[in-house]
T-cell receptor, first 113, second 113 residues
């Protein structure tokens, strides 16, 4: 069965610093991978998705993620954090045989002024 | 821009009562989902629905839960006899197909007292 593991339930960075949120996946077949963001008291918004076309995926709000099959990773990065990036971030996976997306446990990103 | 809409935004119900949560998926989408998020915890898959039948369901989705697409636009989640532990945010989502991104509604906060 497919799953994702997010390392670090809480990450805190200074405004302007690099953001790195880690996600490792487990899947016996080629996965489809997603990053979603959840702002307080809101729903889930898609940041970016990997669907095997390109290993480096660019998303909204300056975020990007790189699919590394050898490391089974799909880490999310942003070169320079902004205060508005403070939110909960979820990595998610699906596979072609399943009609569901499975979410990781989430990483809360805090930005220090 | 098309969006998934959920009603109500907040529902308070007494333990043992039936509740129906409503969702209007994006009109050209074929797959529909319900997820739940207990406060401060991960987003959990409940059920997926395609072609007027359940495609997949999790172990959470027991006999107390049911889903229905009563007409061409609505997608509902019914909990027959609510328990305290059913208190959570319930998210509806829809997607064009398998392995495409799911678009989420803003959620219904269910409080069972």
């Amino acid at each position: 069965a497919q799953s994702v593991t997010q390392l670090g339930s809480h990450v805190s960075v200074s405004e302007g610093a690099l953001v790195l949120l880690r996600c490792n996946y487990s899947s016996s077949v080629p996965p489809y991978l997603f990053w979603y963001v959840q702002y307080p008291n809101q729903g889930l918004q898609l940041l970016l998705k990997y669907t095997s076309a390109a290993t480096l995926v660019k998303g909204i709000n300056g975020f990007e993620a790189e699919f590394k099959k050898s490391e089974t990773s799909f880490h999310l990065t942003k070169p320079s954090a902004h205060m508005s990036d403070a939110a909960e971030y979820f990595c998610a996976v699906s596979v072609s045989s399943a009609s569901k997306i499975i979410f990781g446990s989430g990483t809360r990103l805090s930005i220090r002024p | 821009e098309p969006e998934v809409t959920q009603t109500p935004s907040h529902q308070v119900t007494q333990m043992g009562q039936e509740v129906i949560l409503r969702c209007v998926p994006i009109s050209n989408h074929l797959y529909f989902y319900w997820y739940r998020q207990i406060l401060g915890q991960k987003v959990e898959f409940l059920v997926s629905f395609y072609n007027n039948e359940i495609s997949e369901k999790s172990e959470i989705f027991d006999d107390q839960f049911s889903v229905e697409r009563p007409d061409g636009s609505n997608f509902t989640l019914k909990i027959r006899s609510t328990k305290l532990e059913d208190s959570a945010m319930y998210f509806c989502a829809s997607s064009e197909g398998i392995n495409t991104e799911a678009f989420f509604g803003q959620g219904t906060r269910l409080t069972v007292v």
